[in-house]
């Protein structure tokens, strides 16, 4: 739609009036639906309705709707045609200017690191961008948070085995806690390298402070290196999201973005499953997770304090199924690392 066409007046009726921003994306290769065959049919019931879809001015692949019933009953909706983006995160993405870049003299892949990311959507609209031009790529989602920073920072090369005893037998294994972390080490450098074709599923369990999240980060920088899409959550926020998602609470927009993406990413972390306040809906969110993503073939990593049967015991028989059939569990042992060090600069 040429901007000149834009109608001044008819524009500020319809902002006022505008209950959402959609936008549309290219999935074509994965479903056969094309940009135009979607945006017809969600304009064609949207004027059933009594209401109308009119396109921004400013960026081409977004929609106004003025009415709709359910935008979950949109046509297409169910196959990712289109998804809820709030105009300013679509703005921040346009800025970048990818279109004024000359991708095909470009011998370096494209990395967009996203340092205030949640719930997603500029990240997920980068990539959609990205999809277009003949060049390597790899987004990289983030909030500045200090959790999500190390995320960041770790890797194998700063891993230490000074903390690990290298004398006494773990009775479970027949190998010290060394040996031990030595060969988990290896199996996680091996994942991350052969990710996806060598699994995609990783559950860490241990008590608090073995090493969980880092050997978690430590993946997440590798995979990140490779240019592959990694979104971390807790397991608090990334059930906060989904709440939000369901019961439309605060941002339905961003919500949206965020659920889209817990879904589609290439690699999910969940830290510290276990430590949210359980109840049936998120037992029924994660079961829905974990699923979804293993019918996608995605890859997933989650840590928990909880073994097996007590993941059974919180959550449900068909959870714990689930990863122990597409799982590789890796429990870790030892006391708590984080102590060990604050015990050592006490000392010194």
């Not at 066409?5 to 479903?31: G, M, S």
């Not at 994660?286 to 293993?294: G, H, M, S, V």
Request: glycine fraction near 6%.
């Amino acid at each position: 739609m040429d901007q000149a066409a834009w109608n001044r007046k008819n524009r500020a009726d319809l902002l006022k009036e505008h209950l959402v921003t959609i936008r549309f994306r290219d999935v074509f290769e994965q479903t056969g639906v094309d940009i135009d065959t979607a945006i017809t049919a969600v304009e064609k019931v949207l004027i059933g309705q009594g209401g109308r879809m009119e396109q921004h001015p400013y960026l081409p692949y977004a929609y106004l709707l003025s009415k709709t019933d359910d935008i979950t009953k949109l046509p297409y909706y169910d196959k990712g045609a289109f998804v809820i983006q709030d105009v300013s995160s679509m703005l921040a993405v346009e800025a970048i200017g990818f279109e004024s870049m000359n991708f095909s003299e470009r011998k370096d892949p494209v990395l967009v690191i996203d340092i205030c990311a949640a719930p997603g959507g500029k990240s997920m609209l980068a990539a959609d961008l990205l999809e277009k031009y003949d060049v390597n790529y790899a987004v990289v989602s983030r909030d500045i948070s200090e959790n999500k920073v190390s995320l960041m920072q770790e890797n194998f090369d700063m891993l230490s085995y000074a903390w690990y005893d290298d004398e006494k037998n773990i009775k479970e294994l027949g190998m010290t806690e060394l040996d031990y972390m030595r060969m988990v080490v290896r199996n996680c450098q091996e994942f991350a390298q052969g990710f996806p074709e060598k699994g995609k599923n990783i559950l860490f369990t241990g008590s608090t402070g073995v090493g969980k999240t880092f050997l978690t980060n430590c993946i997440a920088k590798a995979l990140i290196d490779r240019y592959i899409s990694v979104i971390y959550f807790t397991s608090q926020d990334m059930f906060e999201l989904l709440s939000k998602y369901k019961f439309g609470r605060d941002s339905q927009e961003e919500a949206e973005d965020g659920y889209r993406h817990i879904l589609d990413c290439e690699m999910l972390i969940l830290d510290d499953l276990g430590t949210e306040v359980n109840n049936t809906f998120v037992s029924s969110q994660l079961f829905y997770c974990i699923n979804e993503r293993i019918n996608r073939q995605k890859g997933t990593i989650i840590s928990t304090n909880l073994s097996i049967g007590m993941l059974r015991d919180a959550y449900s028989d068909r959870v714990a199924s689930r990863i122990m059939s597409h799982y590789t569990a890796v429990p870790l042992y030892g006391g708590d690392i984080r102590m060990k060090k604050k015990n050592f600069r006490g000392l010194t």
